[in-house]
């Protein structure tokens, strides 16, 4: 009788592990950018040109789906290389000190048809944060070379006070509010 408890547990295990799907970032179909308000007036935005991001989830309807995002801080590009310098230096991101910015998912709650709430943690410039962001599963196909491809767009916004950056410069200069919008296609692996 303990073979065969021993082996239906063995086999559930095998069941639970193999039907785990990742998925992981098509960089060359994938942006990571934000916006913020300049002056009260005008939109500047940039994005991170090197970063990684994977998706896990046993789910089809992709409800338990674990979202975890790495960027690299010094490859931040808003097109203009003063402005870019300046955001890397100490009085923002201070990048040498803190390459690295975090996501990773701690829940997802499904609002709509593939439409999802994802709360998560945050974590840059030496601080960690809960943030919640609107993820919209735009759909799957199989690409010409026969891939699995899913497409996402990643929207939110969080407030660049909440992390320490930019202190000298207030919200008359530079919003307190950076919006944040991802849309990216990812492979299955």
Do not use: C
């Not at 960089?27 to 916006?35: N, P, Y």
């Amino acid at each position: 009788m303990k073979q065969i408890f021993a082996f239906l547990f063995i086999a559930f295990l095998s069941t639970t592990i193999s039907a785990q799907t990742t998925w992981k970032a098509d960089k060359a179909h994938s942006q990571v950018s934000f916006g913020i308000t300049h002056l009260g007036i005008s939109e500047v935005e940039g994005r991170f040109n090197e970063f990684d991001a994977t998706i896990e989830t046993s789910n089809e309807d992709l409800s338990d789906a674990k979202y975890t995002v790495e960027i690299q801080v010094p490859s931040i590009d808003t097109g203009v290389e003063k402005r870019d310098s300046h955001l890397k230096s100490a009085d923002f991101f201070d990048a040498e000190k803190y390459p690295k910015m975090t996501f990773v998912s701690t829940s997802s709650e499904k609002v709509g048809e593939g439409k999802f709430k994802v709360k998560g943690d945050l974590t840059f410039h030496g601080i960690t944060k809960p943030v919640t962001l609107d993820v919209w599963h735009r759909g799957t196909i199989t690409n010409q070379n026969g891939e699995l491809i899913s497409g996402f767009a990643i929207t939110g916004d969080v407030n660049r006070s909440d992390f320490n950056l930019g202190p000298k410069f207030p919200e008359a200069v530079l919003s307190d509010k950076v919006v944040i919008d991802v849309d990216a296609e990812f492979k299955k692996q």
